[in-house]
């Protein structure tokens, strides 16, 4: 191999050599942010666990105080179809009373 063809060679070596070590170095740089950005994430990921957790026992206690004022709203409403039930049925029986009532009385049975 003539000379100057090899000093060229070596040239080129040097100079990805030196592209080599340019890239190395930017590798680790970006490892570095990497590690730091997956820092940031794994704290915002406990952040965000701590938030979700009260937030779901937030829920939990609306959601049993929802509960109770339904049951007893329920409750009510069941004691009041109770009375009007019991309401239409002393009706019933005053209707047809009177209905019976009237119909003596057309007849001359009283």
């Given at each position: 191999?003539?000379?100057?063809?090899?000093?060229?060679?070596m040239i080129q070596v040097a100079e990805l050599r030196s592209d080599v070590h340019h890239v190395q170095a930017d590798t680790t740089q970006i490892k570095a942010d990497l590690r730091l950005t997956n820092q940031r994430i794994d704290a915002l990921d406990d952040k965000m666990d701590q938030r979700i957790a009260a937030?779901?026992?937030?829920?939990?206690?609306r959601i049993a105080?929802?509960?109770?004022?339904?049951?007893k709203r329920l409750d009510n409403l069941a004691d009041a179809l109770t009375s009007a039930k019991h309401w239409a049925i002393g009706m019933y029986i005053t209707l047809a009373g009177g209905?019976?009532?009237?119909?003596?009385?057309?007849?001359?049975?009283?």
């Amino acid at each position: 191999m003539p000379t100057s063809e090899r000093d060229d060679l070596m040239i080129q070596v040097a100079e990805l050599r030196s592209d080599v070590h340019h890239v190395q170095a930017d590798t680790t740089q970006i490892k570095a942010d990497l590690r730091l950005t997956n820092q940031r994430i794994d704290a915002l990921d406990d952040k965000m666990d701590q938030r979700i957790a009260a937030l779901d026992d937030k829920m939990d206690q609306r959601i049993a105080a929802l509960d109770v004022r339904m049951e007893k709203r329920l409750d009510n409403l069941a004691d009041a179809l109770t009375s009007a039930k019991h309401w239409a049925i002393g009706m019933y029986i005053t209707l047809a009373g009177g209905l019976f009532y009237m119909v003596a009385h057309g007849l001359k049975w009283l």
